[in-house]
């Protein structure tokens, strides 16, 4: 494997110790023979099952696979965070560890960035496989980020996102503020756009998140985001005449 591959794919795992196999088969088989190299980042954010055990015997069958391990549980955003700055990847994906989304539609995003010219794509789920209430939470949700931030980002909880990774490097998130790195990422200059994916039932384990802490958290993100808009730094500037060359023995410029 190259220093710099092609594409880092990323994920944070929390007590997904049975699909964490599963995952990593998929994501080979999507990847194999499309042209791009490419690397696996894991981060275990202190899972209580074996998934930390896993991974690591999972290394063997693939190679390109790095693990990550956090000292305690310290969130989605910290992962994600900590996956993002480890990725050496010129592009970046990220993705669930509950195989809910689907690797599959990963080079088909890749496609579409390419094609596009854009500097991130994020997926839009269809023909959702969750409950009725999960998707009208999800609905009025996203309704209300986009009220509030300004923004028009159709489906904000979808994980699967593809991006640039020096678009990533400009940004700085805090707990919460993974869903909304398509709004950060745009406020920076960087163009995003959208494009259908998969979406498929949980199989093994239980969902992380519950209705009323994703309403409250989101709601306080979605009012840090606005203020972090109205205060974002917008100027051009150019420089008048001519730049001097440095001066012999010396890395600053004249004064």
Same mark, same amino acid.
């Given at each position: 494997?190259?220093?710099?591959?092609?594409?880092?794919?990323?994920?944070?795992?929390?007590?997904?110790?049975?699909?964490?196999?599963?995952?990593?088969?998929?994501?080979?088989?999507?990847?194999?023979?499309?042209?791009?190299?490419?690397?696996?980042?894991?981060?275990?954010?202190?899972?209580?099952?074996?998934?930390?055990?896993?991974?690591?015997?999972?290394?063997?069958?693939?190679?390109?696979?790095?693990?990550?391990?956090?000292?305690?549980?310290?969130?989605?955003?910290?992962?994600?965070?900590?996956?993002?700055?480890?990725?050496?990847?010129?592009?970046?994906?990220?993705?669930?560890?509950?195989?809910?989304?689907?690797?599959?539609?990963?080079?088909?995003?890749?496609?579409?960035?390419?094609?596009?010219?854009?500097?991130?794509?994020?997926?839009?789920?269809?023909?959702?496989?969750?409950?009725?209430?999960?998707?009208?939470?999800?609905?009025?949700?996203?309704?209300?980020?986009?009220?509030?931030?300004?923004?028009?980002?159709?489906?904000?909880?979808?994980?699967?996102?593809?991006?640039?990774?020096?678009?990533?490097?400009?940004?700085?998130?805090?707990?919460?503020?993974?869903?909304?790195?398509?709004?950060?990422? $745009?406020?920076?200059? &960087? /163009? #995003?756009? *959208?494009?259908?994916?998969? =979406?498929?039932? @949980?199989?093994?384990?239980?969902?992380?998140?519950?209705?009323?802490?994703?309403?409250?958290?989101?709601?306080?993100?979605?009012?840090?985001?606005?203020?972090?808009?109205? $205060?974002?730094?917008? &100027? /051009? #500037?150019? *420089?008048?005449?001519?730049? =001097?060359?440095? @001066?012999?023995?010396?890395?600053?410029?004249?004064?």
């Amino acid at each position: 494997m190259t220093d710099r591959p092609d594409l880092s794919v990323v994920f944070p795992v929390y007590n997904e110790e049975e699909n964490v196999p599963i995952l990593l088969g998929e994501i080979a088989k999507a990847l194999e023979g499309k042209g791009w190299s490419y690397e696996i980042v894991a981060v275990d954010d202190g899972s209580r099952d074996r998934s930390l055990e896993v991974l690591r015997d999972q290394r063997a069958k693939h190679p390109t696979l790095r693990v990550l391990a956090f000292e305690k549980n310290s969130g989605q955003t910290a992962a994600l965070d900590a996956a993002w700055r480890a990725a050496r990847g010129t592009f970046v994906v990220s993705l669930d560890a509950d195989l809910q989304n689907d690797p599959a539609d990963i080079p088909l995003m890749m496609k579409k960035l390419e094609e596009s010219g854009a500097d991130m794509v994020i997926g839009v789920r269809v023909n959702r496989n969750d409950t009725w209430s999960r998707r009208m939470q999800s609905r009025i949700g996203n309704g209300v980020r986009n009220w509030i931030t300004k923004d028009n980002i159709t489906d904000t909880g979808c994980s699967l996102k593809l991006v640039r990774r020096e678009a990533i490097d400009r940004v700085t998130l805090y707990t919460g503020m993974h869903r909304f790195l398509p709004t950060l990422v $745009r406020l920076r200059g &960087y /163009k #995003v756009i *959208e494009m259908p994916v998969n =979406h498929r039932a @949980r199989r093994f384990g239980v969902s992380k998140y519950g209705a009323m802490n994703r309403a409250f958290r989101g709601l306080a993100d979605c009012l840090a985001v606005r203020w972090m808009s109205k $205060r974002m730094l917008d &100027y /051009k #500037v150019r *420089e008048e005449g001519p730049v =001097h060359p440095l @001066r012999e023995g010396s890395s600053e410029q004249p004064r």
